[in-house]
């Protein structure tokens, strides 16, 4: 299994463009989170899915961010317009089940707005 | 109070020693309580955890101890080897799910 992967690794931006993470899960995987990042908050929960469909978004820290998961294979976290507060590591992980199963973590996307 | 506080942030040990890593928390309807382990560049990886229905568990040269009544636990390291090297972070969440509370990490490095 490839694991959780994320793309781009790295993502330099000015402020004020649209940024847009992209994840896709291991197969199989029923859930999927999306986590941030940060020196000053450390590791923050945004969002999760289930079956696809958002379950929790409490941690989306405001209207400039939002998520999506058109399919099993693949989710979406966009930042429009960016900010150079949004700078930080995003993570997307996935588990099988929400719980008695291991969350697994892809490597991340490191943002940073200008 | 959704908090995880964690303690050192960061620790110096030397090969061979034990490396000792706090966490408390405060809502009591956490159930679920595992310690991730992250390289740099990396994501966080599951290393260990432990359910409050027992007060220890051990896995290779890694235990966590569980102390309901304070609201405790932490994480051992025996025999602490220089790729243990890394963050490491302690989290907690309720109905054992995948919904973590994350505390703010300690580095460990580990001198040969």
């Known amino acids: 299994d490839a694991g959780v992967i994320q793309s781009p690794r790295h993502e330099v931006t000015e402020m004020g463009q649209e940024v847009t993470l992209r994840c896709k899960p291991i197969s199989g995987h029923d859930y999927l989170f999306w986590y941030r990042q940060t020196m000053m908050r450390g590791l923050e929960l945004l969002i999760y899915f289930n079956n696809n469909v958002p379950i929790d978004d409490s941690g989306m820290p405001e209207d400039r961010f939002s998520a999506k998961m058109p399919n099993a294979s693949f989710s979406t976290l966009k930042i429009q317009p960016s900010e150079p507060r949004d700078s930080a590591v995003y993570f997307c992980?996935?588990?099988?089940?929400?719980?008695?199963?291991?969350?697994?973590f892809g490597n991340g996307t490191r943002l940073t707005v200008t | 109070q959704q908090q995880v506080k964690q303690s050192p942030q960061s620790l110096i040990v030397q090969k061979g020693g034990i490396s000792i890593i706090n966490c408390a928390y405060e809502n009591t309807a956490f159930d679920y309580f595992p310690w991730y382990q992250q390289f740099p560049g990396k994501g966080p990886a599951l290393l260990i955890a432990?359910?409050?229905?027992?007060s220890e568990k051990k896995e290779g040269r890694f235990t966590i101890s569980f102390n309901k009544s304070a609201k405790q636990f932490s994480l051992h390291i025996m025999d602490s080897q220089p790729g243990d090297s890394a963050t490491y972070f302690c989290?907690?969440?309720?109905?054992?799910?995948?919904?973590?509370?994350f505390g703010g990490g300690t580095r460990l490095m580990v001198k040969p």
């Open positions: 432990i359910r409050p229905d027992v």
């Open positions: 989290a907690a969440s309720g109905n054992a799910g995948n919904m973590l509370t």
């Open positions: 992980a996935s588990s099988r089940t929400f719980s008695n199963s291991p969350l697994h």
